[in-house]
């Protein structure tokens, strides 16, 4: 069986991602494929907070290519940054109602570099739009954000979200995409909100519910920020909400190092938690 890794947010930051992929042995010393029939996911926001989101795009574009030679398999989701950078692209100048003011003022605001928008080429567009917003992974649910308003109001199955995103994308409409880009800010969905009478694990298992999987593996959300350690000392995900959701943002922006988290089959899961204390042998 093939082994499946995911990384989290990139946001340009292209020499971490090279060595990240090098230290987990996905490609090689000349920056190719070495990693054969592997599966590897990205959960998007390759742009924005760093200085190079098109490298790092058009390198990840080129692995897919070798990858699909040899059996291996490259796929990513939409992240909030990618959807930013593409309404950029086509409307950056408009006011914008729901973000306010220009579209490219909020851009910046958010870590926009204008060398990737100046560098920005129908080709990447045009793989950008094609991403979908959530993936079924064996029994992983991926998808970037930690939110359940944001996917539930586009759908309520994986296909009827990934249909609506397809087309958003690929459209004109203005509103829609302030749309998409103001709930796309929604976050930490699956923590529990005493104030709010929220369970995060109860919200957690009704999204699988919907979407299907026993397990939420996202980004977005800096892991650091969770748990207020420094991000260089995040080198693994944040596992939550009882066991439901796992967090894989390394926040490498903020100057974390990075990792390719390697899923685990439920053999390796189910071995993992029978050896924890209190378990019975």
Known sequence: MSETYVIGDIHGQYDKLVHLLKRGNLIDPHLNWRAGTTNLYFLGDFFDR???????LELIMRLQRQAAEVGGKISALLGNHD????????FGYSKTSRIGGLLVESWHRNGGRMTDLQRLKD????????????ALVGDRLLVHADAFLLYTSYGRSIESVNRTFARLLTGNDEDE????LTEFSERMAFFDDVDMGINGAQVAAEFLRIYGGLQVVHGHTPICKIIRQPAE?????????????????????????????????????????????????
Do not use: C
């Open 177 to 180: 995409w302030e749309r998409l």
């Open 123 to 134: 080709t990447h567009i045009e793989w950008i739009q094609k991403l979908p917003g959530m």
């Open 83 to 90: 959807a930013l950078m593409l309404s950029v692209a086509r």
């Open 50 to 56: 760093g200085s190079d989101g098109v490298s790092s």
């Open 233 to 281: 000392m995040i080198t693994k995900p944040l596992v939550y909400a009882n066991g439901l959701v796992i967090n894989i943002d390394h926040g490498l922006y903020l100057g974390g190092p990075g990792f390719a988290y390697k899923l685990p089959t439920w053999i390796e899961s189910i071995a993992a938690f029978s050896k924890k204390p209190g378990k019975r042998q």
